[in-house]
C-alpha cells in the first residue's frame, strides 16, 4: 500500500514541477518589464507639476510593435491649467526624462524628450487642456517577453 501512495505522488510532482517551472519562466521577462514600466512612467508623473496645474488622468502602457525583440514603453499624463499655452510650452520645453535603459547610447543628450499635446476642443479662454507622453523603446534584452516576440 505504501509504495502505491508513493508512486502517485511521485506521478504528480513529476507532473506539477515542469509546470510550475514553465509557468515561472513565462511570468518572471513579463513581470520584470511591468516594472521596468512602473518606473518609466513614475519619471514623468513624479516630474514637478506646473504651477496651477491639476492631473486628470494617468495611463501607461507596454505594447509590440513592428517587427523584432522589442517592447514600446508609453506613458501619459492628462492635465488641466490656468495658465497660457505659451507658458506651459516654456515649461516642458527642454524637459529631458530617463529612459527605460540607458544601455543604448544616444547622439545627444541622454533621455527622452516629453511630447506635449494640447486639446483644444476643451480649452476656453482661461484653462488648457493637455497631455503629456513619453515613449520609449528596449529590444528584448534576452529577456523572452511573449508581449514583445
Do not use: H
Request: net charge negative; charged share 15%.
Amino acid at each position: 500500500m505504501k509504495r502505491q501512495t508513493s508512486s502517485y505522488a511521485t506521478f504528480i510532482l513529476g507532473c506539477i514541477v515542469p509546470i510550475c517551472l514553465c509557468g515561472f519562466f513565462v511570468w518572471l521577462p513579463i513581470y520584470l518589464n511591468d516594472l521596468r514600466l512602473s518606473a518609466f512612467a513614475n519619471n514623468l508623473y513624479t516630474y514637478p507639476l506646473l504651477p496651477g496645474a491639476t492631473i486628470l488622468d494617468r495611463y501607461s502602457e507596454l505594447s509590440k510593435v513592428g517587427n523584432g525583440n522589442n517592447c514600446y514603453y508609453k506613458a501619459e499624463q492628462s492635465m488641466v491649467s490656468t495658465l497660457p499655452r505659451t507658458e506651459i510650452e516654456q515649461y516642458y520645453e527642454d524637459v529631458m526624462l530617463p529612459g527605460v535603459s540607458l544601455s543604448v547610447i544616444y547622439d545627444g543628450p541622454i533621455g527622452i524628450p516629453i511630447d506635449l499635446a494640447f486639446n483644444e476642443s476643451k480649452s476656453t479662454g482661461g484653462t488648457s487642456y493637455f497631455t503629456l507622453t513619453i515613449l520609449d523603446f528596449s529590444f528584448s534584452d534576452g529577456t523572452f517577453d511573449i508581449r514583445c516576440q
